[in-house]
């Protein structure tokens, strides 16, 4: 192996909301990469759109920072563990990882997963506690809790040769300071790039060699190029109109670069030719995927191919059959779904789709009910028109026989007050305790096994349960035995037994059944689910009825009629609150909840998991 110098290659990991996104921002504005002129954005790295409304990194991004004579390829990650596949693909592409540790939440699921991936790759890891200013911060007990995580995984990993002593650093992001020792002065983030371009992370290791190599590890569009591959070159040089071959899973391919493009700050800039070590953008060719390999066309050597971890939710999605289809979209055959499924496990290595029995239906597969909801909120902002079924995860059966299921850890940072709400309900969804820590005289640390589909729909009711005030995580573990039937949701639907504009009338007159989800002035049809019923079984109502005239006048007759309001429907929420006999309908401009069988007169209103057993 060869050395590369003035060249790091180092990604940011963390939990979800410990502060990547805004670390980043800070080493680009401090390290000179910005004109004092430009305008630059909150959290500039979240660039996508969905990113800037839900406030959370969706999708690994590179940028590059020049510090003390040394290029830095910076890559930020996402922290939610739905998109742990991103997390996977990035790693391919460094040589160190910045581990991020809230200072009061200390490491938490998705901390572990990360630094697990990190030590099976043998990638340098040093550790940074951020949030020092805040006024619960303890760094001390922090910084044990990760070293006696890297033990445990050391040793769950049989790592006998792994550097345990890694070097920790603080800092608080949102503040714009960094600092080797707790006690030393808090003016910027100097020591974290003094750090960075150090002895500690290599430069770039490749293989001996001229021959190019470079495993493609994720891709891109561009609107004058086409499509993009993206990757580390592992060995050789790449020039621009080059000839050479993508080593794929069925067959060999050669095409021409076309363009050759490194990272320059936010954005990229074109080269006639990038050196080994470097991470590129190539363009020139067509329907490249994941885990390829691009070599020289006189030495084609394949890489070995990246995998990552399998699905472990499952949703049905299907072409829209609901009574007001093709009024809002514009897209809405079952080619065309099939295409967007096409396009989105091509760009995701952590989804997979199937077709089912029934042609207008597909079965999509990923990590959790968010990447997924994120997945169809793009296709609806695209205008497509779909119906989505509750997720389901996805069952196994042993050697013996026996039927498994996948089983998550959850860690909820809750306030002490709300451990017997939060233990009850846990406990309908089979959830098991297997921790409890006072984290201080008003918090408290749970700890629960739970089966993967007993979180489905829970997070919203957690919210509710904690006032807002908890913070709820979770982690594969692996598959267990099945737990036996739980209801997808406790209360039944309210469902209108016929078509027509809704009325304030009926739905004032419909309260005492339960919570309405629908406004007055909408149109409905039957089999469409308009409110959430108090009992657990469905009912059939009239929603359009009007209230009849008559010539007779008191006083008090006309009431005004005022509704309670109406709870905002979101893709994700609605998932997770329908039950497996209903679909979510998705448009470019509604969601709408609604029965499998629309007609009243073809289903029950008992639910299937009440149903009494015949004797």
Not at 160 to 184: N, T
Not at 491 to 514: C, E, H, V
Not at 598 to 610: Q, T
Request: hydrophobic content about 40%; overall charge negative; charged content about 25%.
């Amino acid at each position: 192996m060869i050395e590369v110098s003035n060249l790091k290659n180092i990604a940011v990991v963390a939990h979800v909301d410990h502060g990547k996104t805004t670390l980043v921002d800070e080493l680009l504005k401090q390290s000179g990469s910005f004109d004092e002129r430009d305008q630059v954005a909150e959290r500039v790295m979240d660039s996508g759109e969905l990113e800037k409304e839900k406030g959370i990194t969706i999708t690994a991004k590179n940028c590059a920072i020049s510090w003390n004579g040394t290029k830095i390829n910076l890559l930020d990650t996402p922290g939610h563990a739905d998109f742990g596949g991103e997390v996977e693909r990035g790693l391919v592409m460094v040589d160190g990882i910045i581990l991020l540790v809230d200072a009061a939440e200390g490491p938490l699921p998705q901390t572990r997963f990360v630094m697990q991936k990190a030590m099976e790759k043998g990638l340098k890891i040093a550790l940074l506690i951020n949030k020092i200013d805040r006024s619960d911060a303890r760094p001390d007990e922090v910084k044990t809790e990760v070293e006696d995580l890297l033990l445990e995984l050391a040793a769950f990993l049989n790592l006998e040769d792994f550097d345990l002593d890694i070097p920790v650093l603080y800092s608080s992001a949102k503040e714009g300071w960094a600092a080797v020792k707790l006690q030393d002065a808090h003016e910027n983030m100097n020591p974290l790039l003094d750090f960075m371009t150090g002895d500690y992370f290599p430069h770039p290791q490749i293989a001996e060699g001229t021959d190019f190599q470079l495993l493609v590890a994720n891709l891109g569009y561009s609107n004058y190029q086409g499509e993009l591959l993206i990757g580390r070159i592992t060995r050789g040089t790449v020039k621009k109109h080059q000839t050479v071959t993508c080593i794929g899973e069925e067959k060999n391919k050669n095409f021409k670069v076309s363009s050759v493009q490194i990272y320059d700050t936010l954005g990229t800039v074109e080269v006639a030719e990038a050196p080994a070590g470097e991470i590129v953008i190539l363009a020139g060719m067509t329907m490249p995927m994941i885990g390829d390999t691009i070599t020289s066309v006189e030495k084609p050597d394949a890489l070995t191919r990246l995998v990552v971890d399998p699905p472990t939710v499952s949703v049905n999605v299907s072409v829209s059959t609901s009574p007001f289809s093709g009024q809002d979209g514009d897209y809405l055959t079952s080619r065309k779904l099939e295409e967007f499924l096409q396009e989105a496990t091509k760009i995701n290595v952590a989804l997979k789709y199937a077709p089912s029995e029934d042609p207008k239906i597909f079965k999509l597969k990923g990590r959790g009910e968010l990447q997924l909801a994120i997945v169809f909120e793009q296709w609806r902002r695209r205008g497509f028109e779909f119906m989505v079924s509750r997720p389901e995860v996805l069952f196994s059966t042993d050697d013996d026989g026996t039927k498994t299921e996948p089983y998550e850890r959850v860690v909820l940072d809750i306030p002490s007050n709300c451990a017997g709400a939060i233990t009850e309900k846990l406990a309908i969804r089979k959830g098991l305790m297997d921790s409890m820590i006072p984290l201080s005289d008003n918090r408290t640390r749970m700890e629960f096994i739970i089966p993967s589909r007993g979180l489905i729909g829970y997070r919203s009711t957690f919210l509710t349960d904690t006032r807002g005030e908890g913070v709820l995580s979770s982690e594969f573990v692996g598959y267990k035995p099945y737990a036996g039937q739980m209801l997808a949701r406790q209360n039944g639907s309210i469902i209108a037994d016929r078509g027509g504009k809704m009325t304030p009338y009926a739905l004032f007159n419909l309260l005492n059944n339960g919570e309405m989800l629908v406004v007055p002035g909408n149109n409905c049809y039957e089999g469409m689910i308009i409110g959430e019923h108090k009992k657990e079984n469905d009912t059939n109502v009239n929603a359009v009825r009007e209230k009849h005239l008559s010539s007779m006048r008191t006083a008090g007759k006309d009431v005004n009629i005022i509704l309670p309001p109406v709870r905002p429907i979101t893709l994700e929420w609605a998932m997770d609150w329908i039950d497996n006999d209903e679909w979510v309908e998705v448009t470019p401009l509604a969601l709408r909840l609604r029965k499998k069988v629309l007609k009243g007169n073809l289903r029950s209103v008992i639910r299937a998991d009440k149903k009494p057993k015949k004797s």
